[in-house]
């Protein structure tokens, strides 16, 4: 199997995860900032919802950004007047399903 990613092609299974995790972190983030805009009109579900994202990008996020993973997670479920929950380990494949989901939901 072949996937092009912009103008390379990736062909081992490693340069899959990473092309895929690229994306779903990318997109993760874009929605978490875009929601960060317009808190003042989110539900408590979207934001716990949210911060329901950013727990379960924390094994995907590398550096800087994987850091900041439960912090935001946290102020998303402080906001959304939750407990803190566990920090899962989500398939990818999940994870790009529910990351569309969820852009569905807040008109992304």
Same mark, same amino acid.
């Given at each position: 199997?072949?996937?092009?990613?912009?103008?390379?092609?990736?062909?081992?299974?490693?340069?899959?995860?990473?092309?895929?995790?690229?994306?779903?972190?990318?997109?993760?983030?874009?929605?978490?900032?875009?929601?960060? @805009?317009?808190?003042?009109? @989110?539900?408590?579900?979207?934001?716990? #919802?949210?911060?329901? $994202?950013?727990?379960?990008? $924390?094994?995907?996020?590398?550096?800087?950004?994987?850091?900041?993973?439960?912090?935001?997670?946290?102020?998303?479920?402080? @906001?959304?007047?939750? #407990?803190?929950?566990?920090?899962?380990?989500?398939?990818?494949? #999940? $994870?790009?399903?529910?990351?569309?989901?969820?852009?569905?939901?807040?008109? $992304?």
């Amino acid at each position: 199997m072949v996937i092009w990613m912009g103008v390379h092609r990736i062909t081992s299974e490693s340069a899959r995860f990473y092309a895929m995790r690229e994306k779903i972190v990318g997109s993760a983030i874009s929605i978490l900032g875009e929601a960060s @805009l317009r808190v003042e009109s @989110l539900s408590r579900e979207q934001c716990e #919802k949210l911060g329901d $994202l950013a727990s379960k990008l $924390l094994p995907y996020a590398p550096g800087y950004a994987g850091k900041t993973m439960p912090i935001i997670a946290r102020l998303f479920w402080k @906001l959304a007047n939750v #407990k803190e929950k566990d920090f899962p380990l989500v398939e990818m494949e #999940k $994870l790009e399903k529910e990351i569309e989901e969820l852009k569905k939901e807040l008109g $992304l």
